[in-house]
């Protein structure tokens, strides 16, 4: 059975960092295709960051542009978001998501392209 668990999540002053982990299990990390998402009180969920299959591509929002990376352990079957300089407004709960396809171009910024979820980890940024 196919799962992702995120850790990593807590309160920060503005200007700090935090690393979220995803681990997945019953299946090989390379064979996806790895987003993280976000969704803040009364917003939409949105793409953050992308790791492409194998890690060959990488992408990230323009807001965490700069400011978060996105890597991948294959040998824990993990991927990571470090996030530094956080601001207020990254305040949301933090999702992982794998997907069979390919996220062409923007496409790997939409919900629909992935196949799992993880259960999320609140990140909340505040002094």
């Known amino acids: 059975q196919l799962q992702l668990v995120e850790s990593g999540g807590g309160l920060v002053q503005p200007g700090g960092s935090l690393r979220l982990s995803c681990v997945a299990s019953?299946?090989?990390?390379?064979?996806?295709?790895i987003g993280w998402f976000r969704q803040a009180p009364g917003k939409e969920r949105e793409g953050v960051s992308y790791?492409?299959?194998?890690?060959?591509?990488?992408v990230y929002a323009d807001s965490v542009k700069g400011r978060f990376t996105i890597s991948r352990d294959n040998a824990k079957n993990t991927v990571y978001l470090q996030m530094n300089s956080l601001k207020p407004e990254d305040t949301a709960v933090y999702y992982c998501?794998?997907?069979?396809?390919?996220?062409?171009?923007?496409?790997?910024?939409?919900?629909?392209?992935?196949?799992?979820w993880g259960q999320g980890t609140q990140v909340t940024v505040s002094s």
């Open positions: 790791s492409g299959h194998n890690g060959r591509r990488t």
């Open positions: 019953g299946f090989t990390l390379d064979d996806y295709a």
């Open positions: 998501a794998a997907s069979t396809v390919p996220g062409y171009g923007n496409s790997w910024s939409k919900s629909i392209l992935y196949d799992s």
